[in-house]
């Protein structure tokens, strides 16, 4: 063929446009065609044989990763966090143990009655009363298990409005500034000022509680949200400035809604703590108050126990009743230490080196499970 014939066969292919249009005519030309227009030609020349039901489910598999990087990053990752640090594992464990002994101990072991054992048998000397029994032959065990629930009660009650209240004044006096922050600091310095011992007893008086154990915790906590509203001013002061919190501002969001979502995240460490620490003075206030004779009288307490112990048996003086003393010192001292402990390890879950370590494992472990 000579190069007249060649252009010849060139110049007809221009000429018509129409020639390779008809798929029907060469099939594989038209797979190839159709594979090339839906884009799912294979990087190798060969075609791909992808549905678009196939490519449904790639994308709902990406949905069911995104899940479970969200449930590793929020849940998991804080958990194992938490336990591979000992103090942590240890408050977790114990305040688990409280919570199991305030609501299952409850159908496992009989109420507090008069004459249910001897009189003042110590600790561990019979199986059926391991605790012992006081001078009137009520078990200490069964003293010590119903009087939980009450204070953990108290514990929870205190601690949430400490800290709800402290977050409340704290971020809005921070955050609008102006007559609300001058206003709002004000009262907080007159509750700074108040002792706090005085006024729980003025109240505990005049208020006829009855025992009430949410009223108790509260009580007890009345102006302790103070010093935690000026602490939480001063962080939010400087973070109101940063620029997600300016983004959100121009974009003309609600003052809620950035308190709620940008500022208060970032406080949660420092809240958290305080949550902690405010449970455990909760613990000690009430039972020194119960123990001191301010609050209502009500067998179900361990500081009631303590007074009793000192008072109607003299446990300081005699070793047959310092058991009935022990006892509850133990279960007090048992749970704050738990807290303790819980909040120590807990810190470890807002450091950001652990975070950011922690997420390397988790990845590689991910890449791994890919491979």
Not at 107 to 131: C, D
Not at 193 to 200: E, K, Q, V
Not at 205 to 219: F, K, M, R, W, Y
Not at 300 to 313: K, T
């Amino acid at each position: 063929m000579d190069e007249s014939d060649v252009g010849a066969v060139v110049d007809g292919l221009t000429d018509d446009p129409d020639r390779f249009t008809d798929e029907d005519r060469t099939p594989e030309r038209g797979a190839i065609s159709g594979h090339a227009r839906n884009g799912r030609v294979a990087a190798d020349g060969g075609s791909s044989s992808v549905s678009e039901f196939q490519q449904m489910a790639d994308v709902s598999m990406t949905d069911a990763e995104r899940r479970r990087q969200w449930i590793d990053e929020k849940l998991l990752a804080p958990a194992r966090i938490v336990w591979s640090d000992w103090r942590a594992r240890t408050g977790v464990l114990v305040v688990l143990f409280y919570l199991f002994v305030g609501t299952v101990g409850l159908l496992l072991v009989t109420e507090p009655s008069p004459n249910q054992g001897g009189y003042l048998i110590g600790a561990f000397r019979t199986l059926e009363y391991p605790l012992g029994t006081t001078q009137s032959g009520v078990s200490l065990l069964s003293q010590v298990v119903h009087a939980t629930p009450s204070m953990l009660t108290m514990v929870a009650s205190g601690a949430v409005f400490t800290v709800c209240l402290g977050t409340v004044f704290g971020t809005i006096a921070g955050y609008k500034g102006g007559t609300a922050d001058r206003v709002l600091m004000v009262v907080t310095d007159v509750m700074m000022t108040i002792p706090g011992l005085p006024l729980t007893i003025v109240l505990a008086s005049a208020l006829q509680i009855e025992g009430n154990p949410v009223v108790i915790g509260i009580l007890v906590t009345i102006n302790a949200w103070a010093g935690l509203a000026r602490a939480i001013r001063s962080q939010v002061l400087t973070l109101r400035d940063a620029e997600y919190v300016e983004a959100s501002r121009i974009m003309g969001m609600e003052t809620s809604v950035i308190i709620s979502g940008d500022i208060v995240p970032n406080l949660m460490p420092y809240i958290t703590m305080n949550f902690v620490q405010q449970a455990r003075a909760v613990i000690f206030g009430v039972v020194g108050l119960y123990f001191l004779g301010v609050l209502p009288y009500n067998s179900s307490n361990w500081g009631v126990m303590m007074n009793a112990a000192v008072n109607r048996a003299g446990a300081i003086s005699s070793p047959a009743a310092f058991h009935w003393l022990l006892v509850p010192m133990v279960a007090v001292i048992g749970l704050a230490l738990g807290l303790t402990l819980l909040a120590q390890g807990a810190d470890r879950i807002f450091n950001p080196r652990v975070r950011a370590r922690h997420a390397e494992t988790v990845a590689s472990d991910d890449d791994e499970g890919g491979i």
